[in-house]
């Protein structure tokens, strides 16, 4: 049977359905309320508070001075949506906005912290922009990359703020990837691809061009931090250059070699690194395994860190913005029951003072545990992972939702997410599996999963599933799988190879057809194509295993109850092929649930079009798993 829902005509009774038959069992729109306040920035000399705050439909940019705690409402947006905003000075901020149509359409505005002075610096511009360097120059200046000579390059411009004038300072050849500034805004790094080798490119000074430093293969990070302030053409770096895991480095860029190891591991895997302007030094860096920890490089900051850790105990936190004297900083907290909160930490005074939570209405004593897990695959690779089991069950013979997440790359992190926590509090066991392909596991571990989307991935998570089995916790017989993206795609491939051990599946604006996929990476990315060549298939030379691999042209393998959602205005997604797709299905006498969503930019609307979807999930995994 297809059940067809229009989101933007049911939402409103959706909306209104908050009640619950069942008790323990939380609204669904609980788990995704839209932030009130978010998008916390500190002005420079740390005075300012800027944020966005819910406006009816829209999140406005609001100031509030921290002596008096008066606040001043920038803007009053009807049409556009903000995507970014910052300060460029103690007084100034630039808001950049971007409407609904598949164009995007943008403006730019620079307005003084109390609401004055507001200079529009671009209208309804079709290009992209983003900023490289936000700091002023010449009290005039900001350094920004923009694809507006070019939709499939960005070249690098610097803009005046005071009348929004782009001047180009560096024109893309056509395979820069990135444009990297030093401290003080002088663009002195390129990175170029033919799709497959990045070599960094280096010059001393503007006047210069720019000379190859170092090649590398797209499978080899090596991620630029900071330029060092101390020593003249020293790079810090990311850098997994000889090893499998990342480390930090200090590159010598006249050679291209690795000058220091600040830090380096060979079982923890670097994921970020912070520089202090302020110090003129690396201070820490952030290493992954089930879950992120701090690795200090420097004491001061050790010390600072370790009052706020007292401060707030038994939580996770991450410094979201700082001011430039690291004083004052914007702290956002989180556990795996908690989304957490916002607080502003004052160094000087070692206090913290509460902004908002980010979801009121979770009551972390509601919520589940997220554990780590890990196992072995039929090939014996270690495949790591995440289980939430239902709160107040007994581990044993339970219903099961599997979560493959989307890619290609990417991988689950431990946290709160709304969407575990929902289909747990459903009484559902929530497994994540890491599988092969998945970043922060090292390089070898990464390249392992380099086409393998219709084969090995889906045997690391059809591999977790039997784990489940075997530990006696999943009930064979009610088991789903469900995913995003290219989870989506991955979940919607095991569901029909594998009849046998999922009841039903479902994709979230998943990919169906991998030369589809391909078609519409955007313009800007077209120099990356070979690099998606190489991790999901050629469509000249991969034809046979990339049409093997696409559901799409599997319709007639399908037999058990599918859920289908799409949103008709997401350019990455064809929507016409999907519901083709579905009409094949539906000839087979496959049961499809389609649900058409509509997302964008708008606050209020992406909760209601979630709160929307997940009620059809949840009635779709409740008729097919039977739970009850």
Known sequence: MLKKIFLFVVVALIWACKGTNNEGTIPVDDFFKTQDKAYYRISPNGKSL???????????????????????????????SISFYFWTSNNELIYYTEDESKERRSD?????????????????????????????????YIIVASNKRDSTVFDVYRLNVRDGKMDIAAKNPGNVTEWITDNKGVLKIAVVSDGVNETLMYRENERQA?????????????????????????????????????????????????????????????VDAKYSRTQKKMIFVTCETWKKEKFYL?????????????????????????????????????????????????AKDNKLKKLTDI?????????????????????????????????????????????????????????????????????????MVNYRGST?????????????WSDKIQEDVNDGVKWLIDQKIANPKKIAIYGNGFGGYIALNCLYKNPDLYKCGGSNSGVINLFSYLKTIPPFLKSNLQMYYEIVGNP?????????????????????????????????????????????????????????????????????????????????????????
């Open 50 to 80: 800027s944020y966005l705050k819910l406006q009816e439909k829209k999140l406005d940019l609001f100031v509030e001075d921290l002596a008096t705690g008066n606040s001043v409402q920038l803007t009053h947006l009807s049409e556009k």
């Open 108 to 140: 730019i505005f620079v307005i003084n912290k109390d609401g004055s002075k507001q200079v529009q610096l671009s209208s309804n511009e079709k290009s992209r922009l983003h900023v490289i360097e936000d700091q002023l120059i010449d009290d005039k």
């Open 210 to 270: 720019f000379a190859p430093v170092i090649t590398n293969n797209f499978e080899t990070t090596l991620q630029p931090i900071a330029f060092s302030e101390n020593e003249a053409n020293v790079l810090y770096a990311i850098s997994n250059v000889n090893r499998d895991k990342n480390a930090l480095v200090a590159l010598d860029l006249k050679t291209g070699k690795e000058k220091q190891v600040l830090f380096a591991n060979d079982t923890l895997n670097v």
């Open 298 to 346: 420097d004491d001061s900051t050790k010390n600072t860190y370790s009052k706020i850790d007292k401060l707030l105990p038994r939580t996770e936190w991450r410094i979201m913005d700082k001011d430039k004297m690291d004083d004052v900083f914007v702290v956002r907290t989180f556990t795996d029951k908690n989304p957490g909160s916002y607080y502003l930490y004052t």
């Open 359 to 431: 979801n009121p209405s979770i009551n972390q004593e509601e919520m589940s545990a997220m554990k780590p897990i890990s196992f072995k695959s039929k090939d014996s690779l270690t495949i790591n992972g995440y289980l939430t089991l239902p709160k107040n069950k007994k581990a044993t013979n339970l219903p099961v939702v599997v979560l493959p997440h989307n890619g290609p790359g990417g991988r689950n992190t431990w946290g709160y997410n709304a969407e575990v926590q929902f289909l747990a509090n459903r009484g559902y066991a929530v497994l």
């Open 440 to 452: 922060g596991y090292g390089k070898a571990f990464y390249t392992a999963g380099f086409k393998q």
């Open 540 to 628: 000249v030379t991969d034809t046979d295993y990339m049409r093997f691999a696409s559901p799409v042209f599997h319709a007639d393998r399908f037999k058990a109850p599918v859920f289908i959602a799409q949103n008709p205005k997401d350019p990455r997604v064809n929507v016409a092929e999907g519901v083709q797709f579905i009409k094949e299905l539906k000839k087979r006498n496959v049961p499809v649930t389609y649900i058409e969503k509509e997302e964008g930019p708008n606050p209020v609307m992406r909760q209601q079009g979630r709160t929307a979807l997940y009620k059809a999930l949840e009635q779709f995994l409740e008729d097919n798993l039977g739970k009850k």
